[in-house]
Every structure is written in structure tokens, then in C-alpha cells.
């Protein structure tokens, strides 16, 4: 594994930081971070192209739609979970205007995930981290079902039955230790592994 991403470092590079850097920039304001987290409600148990396209087309709408009126929009453009992610985003909204001075209060990245996972309907582990990767945080890894299919097939993490917290941080570790042999953050290093699996870098 170690061996393609040096080879993907030379193909993908430039595209891999320039995405990183537009991350960054969705850290700038309240506005954009509570979209951002609006899209990481919708990714979850959900095919990621597919949420990119819906978070898209409602775009600025998260803000003002109703409970009902996103619940039917979400429903209209194809969401799996209409009612359940219509009612998550709603109750995030109570943090839309205080979300950046929030993440900004935690020491790292790490207690920031921590206090996602346990204030935010609908969003976990990796959302969290999924999340905080995507509005300019680097150090979290983003573990889902391709990157520990990636992981078992490189004979490098056997496919956990259930993706327990403790299980979660193991593979983490991981992954960190292969980031610092390559020199790349964790968030560098997802955008690999996921362009290794997929043959695309989504965000």
C-alpha cells in the first residue's frame, strides 16, 4: 500500500492539496461550517456522490427550510433517510450561528469529535471526523467500509465486526503511523486511500 500511494503522490498530488486547501476555506465562517455539517448528516449511511448532489441542490436552504419543507425536499431528490436526516438537521440548527466558536474552544481535534459525537444527532465517529476533515482539520481519520476494505485486502487491519469506538481508535493509530511514513496528514492520507478504492476524490 505504502509503495502506490508514493507512486499516487507523483499522479494526484497537486489535486489531493488543492483539495485540502478548499477545505480550509469551508472553515472560515458559521455559514459554511453549518452546511458542511448538514452534508456530513447527509453522508451518513448514504452514498457520498449522491449526498454532494442533493447538498448541492437545497445548497443555502438548510438554514430556513421547515422540519416538513426539507423533509420533502430531501425526499423529492432521491435521500434514503428523508424524515430522520430532516429532523437531525433542524435540531443542529440550535449551534448554526455559535458552531465555529464552538469547535475553536477544544484543545484539539480529537475533543472536538468527542463533543460532535455526543451533541449532534445523526453524526458519529466517523461523520465527526469526516466533518472536522472537511472544514481544514488534518489529524482525524475518516474510517468507513471502503478504507477498512482497502485496510483488509492490504492484509494491513482485519474487517472488524462492529466499528466500536475503542476498535475505531485502534485503526486510527494505524493509519497515523502510515501518514507519518509517507509524510502526509491523516486528511492527505484519506483522500489516497479513498482515490485508491474509488478511482475518484470526492470530499
Given at each position: 500500500?505504502?509503495?502506490?500511494i508514493k507512486?499516487l503522490?507523483n499522479e494526484?498530488?497537486?489535486?489531493?492539496?488543492?483539495?485540502?486547501?478548499?477545505?480550509e476555506?469551508n472553515?472560515?465562517s458559521?455559514?459554511?461550517?453549518?452546511?458542511?455539517?448538514?452534508?456530513c448528516?447527509?453522508t451518513?449511511?448514504f452514498n457520498?456522490k449522491r449526498?454532494i448532489?442533493?447538498?448541492?441542490?437545497?445548497g443555502?436552504k438548510f438554514l430556513?427550510?421547515?422540519k416538513?419543507e426539507?423533509?420533502k425536499?430531501l425526499?423529492?431528490?432521491g435521500?434514503?433517510?428523508p424524515k430522520?436526516?430532516?429532523?437531525?438537521?433542524?435540531?443542529a440548527?440550535?449551534?448554526?450561528?455559535?458552531?465555529k466558536k464552538?469547535?475553536k474552544?477544544f484543545?484539539d481535534?480529537?475533543?472536538a469529535?468527542e463533543?460532535l459525537s455526543?451533541n449532534?444527532?445523526?453524526?458519529?465517529?466517523?461523520?465527526a471526523?469526516h466533518?472536522?476533515?472537511?472544514?481544514g482539520?488534518?489529524?482525524?481519520a475518516?474510517i468507513?467500509?471502503?478504507?477498512?476494505n482497502?485496510?483488509?485486502?492490504s492484509?494491513?487491519?482485519?474487517?472488524?465486526k462492529n466499528?466500536?469506538?475503542k476498535?475505531y481508535?485502534?485503526?486510527?493509530n494505524v493509519?497515523?503511523?502510515i501518514a507519518?511514513?509517507?509524510?502526509?496528514s491523516?486528511a492527505?492520507?484519506?483522500?489516497?486511500?479513498?482515490?485508491m478504492?474509488?478511482?475518484k476524490?470526492?470530499?
Amino acid at each position: 500500500m505504502i509503495e502506490k500511494i508514493k507512486i499516487l503522490k507523483n499522479e494526484i498530488g497537486d489535486l489531493v492539496r488543492r483539495r485540502i486547501k478548499e477545505f480550509e476555506k469551508n472553515g472560515k465562517s458559521n455559514k459554511k461550517i453549518f452546511l458542511e455539517l448538514c452534508f456530513c448528516i447527509l453522508t451518513a449511511n448514504f452514498n457520498a456522490k449522491r449526498a454532494i448532489e442533493i447538498h448541492e441542490k437545497i445548497g443555502n436552504k438548510f438554514l430556513s427550510l421547515s422540519k416538513r419543507e426539507l423533509e420533502k425536499e430531501l425526499k423529492k431528490l432521491g435521500h434514503r433517510f428523508p424524515k430522520t436526516r430532516a429532523e437531525y438537521i433542524i435540531k443542529a440548527r440550535r449551534y448554526k450561528n455559535s458552531i465555529k466558536k464552538i469547535i475553536k474552544s477544544f484543545a484539539d481535534e480529537k475533543e472536538a469529535r468527542e463533543w460532535l459525537s455526543k451533541n449532534i444527532k445523526g453524526i458519529g465517529y466517523k461523520e465527526a471526523s469526516h466533518f472536522l476533515r472537511n472544514i481544514g482539520f488534518k489529524n482525524l481519520a475518516i474510517i468507513d467500509f471502503h478504507i477498512l476494505n482497502l485496510l483488509e485486502k492490504s492484509n494491513i487491519v482485519k474487517r472488524p465486526k462492529n466499528l466500536t469506538k475503542k476498535k475505531y481508535l485502534e485503526i486510527e493509530n494505524v493509519l497515523s503511523n502510515i501518514a507519518r511514513k509517507l509524510d502526509l496528514s491523516l486528511a492527505e492520507l484519506d483522500l489516497y486511500l479513498w482515490y485508491m478504492e474509488t478511482g475518484k476524490i470526492l470530499k
